[in-house]
């Protein structure tokens, strides 16, 4: 694929998710308004949680409340194109502020769990191709199924009963920086890396039946080449289908474990908008959390093409079909 063509390619999916984005952000909001009621006039309203006639008003007027519904919509994504989520309800604080403040501890999780989880998959996926089934190998074919049935907090206690109280590896009193943030990864980690595993198994299964696999065994090339020159390109790509959809799991799965692990992060945020019933705030996690899905899958969108050359001859066939020609494009498949 040209670089201009991939450009172009780059550019025509980055603005569907943006726009993607615009339509998320006014469904929650419309869903958010249209609630009989409003539940920020509510609070707001409530004598109960004491809000000065002040402050009130500040926020009437921030949000535009006594403004017709589509005046609102209309600030609201202004307020959004320049990063402004709103203001809590509960802390008076900007929303963005929050969740920027907490963004580190559970990007570093997020980045750490799914890394750990694309080593497990990895490991376990080639183990099963590899080991002869007295040896491990249909065993490995059955851990997708078992990680996926332990939900995150059983796993989470027995990895701190095992690794701070018996081994004394951490202190779960110690919750920052990268090194504590292992255990929660790995916890996180074992229930994700499932379907990863699960969808590489059956990718690889499928390539090595493949005709040039075949050949490529008939010719006694080792089995690590083979496997690193013949099977991994194609059976990555069903693969990074899956961790996209994976992406949206670690971010859900990071709430709970942030929990159980005493972490203060984007989870701990979450939390307490819920206890509080602070909608800008659940609305402002609601709209990051599509933010983050879009950007993974769209990432995953333009890695195809640099993976599959069918698909860079396909783009080239489509962009400038040969005058005259009625021949399909070379290395489409059939």
């Keep these: 694929m040209r670089v201009v063509e991939y450009l172009r390619v780059v550019a025509r999916k980055t603005v569907a998710a943006l726009i993607t984005v615009v339509l ?37 007027a921030y949000y535009r409340l006594d403004r ?43 980045v750490l769990a799914l890394a750990f989880a694309l080593l497990l998959a990895v490991l376990i ?31 989470g206690l027995l990895i701190i009963d095992l690794v701070a109280f018996r081994l004394g590896w951490f202190e779960i009193t110690r919750y920052q920086g990268v090194a504590a943030a292992i255990p929660a990864a790995i916890t996180l980690a074992i229930p994700v890396s499932s379907q990863i595993t699960q969808v ?48 949206g799991e670690v971010i859900g799965g990071a709430v709970i474990t942030e929990t159980i692990f005493g972490r203060n992060g984007i989870g701990s945020v979450i939390e307490k908008a ?28 333009l890695t195809y093409p640099l993976l599959d050359p069918r698909l860079r001859r396909a783009s080239r066939a489509t962009a400038s079909p040969a005058p005259g020609s009625d021949r399909e494009p070379e290395g489409v498949e059939q």
């Design 200 to 247: 590489f198994i059956t990718s690889l299964d499928s390539v090595r039946h493949e005709p040039y696999a075949i050949v490529a065994e008939a010719k006694g090339l080792s089995a690590p080449y083979i496997l690193i020159r013949h099977l991994l390109r194609p059976a990555a790509l069903p693969t990074l289908t899956v961790i996209g959809v994976t992406a």
């Design 125 to 155: 996926a080639i183990g099963a191709q590899y080991l002869p089934p007295r040896f491990g190998g249909t065993l490995l074919r059955s851990l997708p199924s078992l990680f996926l049935s332990l939900p995150n907090f059983l796993i």
């Design 274 to 301: 819920v206890t509080n019933k602070d909608v800008p705030v659940l609305q402002g996690g609601v709209v990051l959390a599509a933010v983050v899905f879009l950007v993974v899958n769209l990432i995953v969108d």
């Design 68 to 110: 017709p519904v589509l005046e609102q919509l209309w600030y609201s994504l202004v307020r959004f194109a320049h990063g402004d989520l709103g203001l809590s309800l509960a802390s008076t604080r900007p929303v963005s502020e929050m969740y920027l403040h907490a963004a580190g501890s559970t990007l570093t999780l997020s």
């Design 24 to 60: 998320v952000y006014i469904v929650v909001f419309v869903i958010v308004t249209v609630i009989p009621g409003d539940p920020i006039t509510n609070r707001l309203r409530d004598p109960q949680n004491g809000y000065s006639a002040e402050q009130i008003r500040s926020l009437l």
